[in-house]
């Protein structure tokens, strides 16, 4: 027998919205990083050129790329209803505490609101996309 769907909230929609507009903000970030010209950043204040003057090691940047990537296409999956988006929101929270333990750890932070704040919405995403295929909203 299939499962079949069951029409989910507005409310539903509109957190999948909104965790897709936040993921996208993720995946600016990364690309920004990624792609950032010394033309570009000197243009930057000082605080915000030393950010981008720090080196990290390779597997923080792809864990930073899995973790925003991965949130993204959970956040599409969210929308398509399909289930996989739990999975791809645990794949993006794991890179994301592995790329902000490195952080906490190695890097002088100014502020440990933001990071902390990413990996709460990371746990938030992952119990929604559950609860949602606990309700049949995504299957």
Known sequence: MKNSLTKPPVWFWIVSVLALLWNAMGVIAYLTRAFATDEMIAQLEPEQQAEFLIEYPAW????????????????????????????????????????HVYIFMNVEVQSYVMPVMVIVVCLFLIWFSKNSVSKHWIA
Do not use: D, E, N, P
């Open 60 to 99: 923080v940047t792809a864990a930073f790329a899995l973790a925003v990537f991965c949130g993204f296409l959970a956040c599409v999956s969210l929308l398509m209803r399909k289930k996989w988006a739990y999975t791809l929101f645990i794949v993006s929270a794991i890179a994301a505490f592995a790329q």
